[in-house]
């Protein structure tokens, strides 16, 4: 089916590991987004991308990572986990520069 | 802090009656959007609004925009069950360098039958 998809819905992992989660979109949208959602912080953009190979830091981009080397995948890297990175993790993306984001039904990582 | 703080943070109301949501801002806007997220869903967006409208409409959805007062609201008519959800605004701020959204903390709707 067309649209974006996350992968996986659900990751339990220990403190110093690496973890990659992974963002596939069909639309061919230029720009996509990593957000994380906490309670009492709602979301909060981590990373984002313009384009192929063009990458920037939103508002907490600390401990992670994002590379796109293909228009349709965004995947977000946490290099060594730490508890504080437990959160629903959310991509998304959109067509244009400020138009509506499209989300993934999103990625619940634990950290142990 | 948040550039986008709903009110009320929680609402409960019976079906058919309205629901009313809002948001406040902190900066100047190109646009604030209004999105719904199920629970252990991806949000959805709903509706937006450019910073020289004052309202718009979407089905049983209005929306006000009062950039004086840098706010918003969201209007739902005639609630049903199924609007049962959590409703957040989120703002693409001027100086945000293009489709950063600033999402806010989020209100939670209960529809009760």
């Known amino acids: 089916d067309a649209g974006i998809t996350q992968s996986p819905r659900y990751k339990i992992t220990e403190t110093g590991r690496q973890v990659t989660l992974m963002c596939h979109q069909t639309?061919?949208?230029?720009?996509m987004f990593w957000y994380r959602q906490d309670l009492g912080h709602g979301l909060r953009l981590i990373y984002y991308?313009?384009?192929?190979?063009?990458?920037d830091k939103g508002e907490v981009p600390d401990g992670y990572v994002v590379s796109r080397s293909k228009t349709e995948n965004f995947p977000l890297t946490l290099e060594s986990a730490t508890r504080s990175q437990t959160s629903v993790y959310f991509c998304?993306?959109?067509?244009?520069?400020?138009?509506?984001?499209?989300f993934g039904s999103g990625t619940q990582l634990s950290v142990l | 802090s948040q550039q986008g703080e709903e009110d009320p943070q929680a609402l409960s109301i019976q079906e058919g009656e309205n629901a009313t949501m809002n948001c406040s801002y902190k900066?100047?806007?190109?646009?604030l959007q209004w999105y719904r997220q199920n629970s252990g869903r991806g949000l959805v967006h709903l509706i937006l609004?450019?910073?020289?409208?004052r309202e718009k409409h979407s089905g049983r959805l209005r929306v006000t925009l009062d950039t004086s007062k840098k706010s918003s609201s969201l209007l739902i008519t005639a609630s049903r069950a199924a609007d049962t959800a959590s409703y957040f605004c989120?703002?693409?701020?001027?100086?945000?360098?293009?489709?950063?959204?600033?999402f806010g903390t989020g209100t939670q709707l209960k529809v009760e039958l």
């Open positions: 900066t100047s806007i190109n646009n």
């Open positions: 998304a993306s959109s067509e244009g520069a400020r138009g509506k984001l499209f």
């Open positions: 989120a703002t693409d701020t001027l100086t945000g360098g293009g489709n950063k959204l600033t």
């Open positions: 609004i450019r910073s020289n409208e």
């Open positions: 639309w061919s949208h230029s720009y």
């Open positions: 991308s313009a384009a192929a190979d063009i990458t």
